[in-house]
């Protein structure tokens, strides 16, 4: 059974930094793009950075691409996120999702994704 799973969030300190981890199971993950997505109350899920299934080809959001950074190593069926110099607004639920893909491409559209972890929440506070 394909599953994902999220870890790494929690409360930080603003201006601090988290590593998210999205691990993978029950697929083999080098075949699949995988895509970061946050959520906060009453708003969409937002792509925020995405990376292709074997080259890391990597694409990030136009509003944190200067903060994030997305890794994979497909020998721990394991993908990173790292966001730097967290602020307040950077608080939500972090989804990680899979896709199979032929192409050394990723997409930030929830659209583009067929397969979903339950999240990490992720609290940014003094």
């Known amino acids: 059974q394909l599953q994902l799973v999220e870890s790494g969030g929690g409360l930080v300190q603003p201006g601090g930094t988290l590593r998210l981890s999205c691990a993978a199971s029950?697929?083999?993950?080098?075949?699949?793009?995988i895509g970061w997505f946050r959520q906060v109350p009453g708003k969409e899920r937002e792509g925020l950075s995405c990376i292709s299934h074997r080259d890391g080809i990597s694409y990030f959001s136009d509003s944190m691409k200067d903060r994030l950074s997305i890794s994979r190593d497909n020998t721990k069926s394991t993908v990173y996120l790292q966001i730097n110099s967290l602020k307040p607004d950077d608080a939500g639920t972090y989804y990680c999702a899979a896709v199979a893909h032929s192409m050394e491409a990723c997409l930030l559209s929830v659209n583009g994704y067929d397969y979903w972890g339950q999240g990490t929440q992720v609290t940014v506070s003094p």
């Open positions: 029950g697929f083999p993950m080098e075949y699949f793009a």
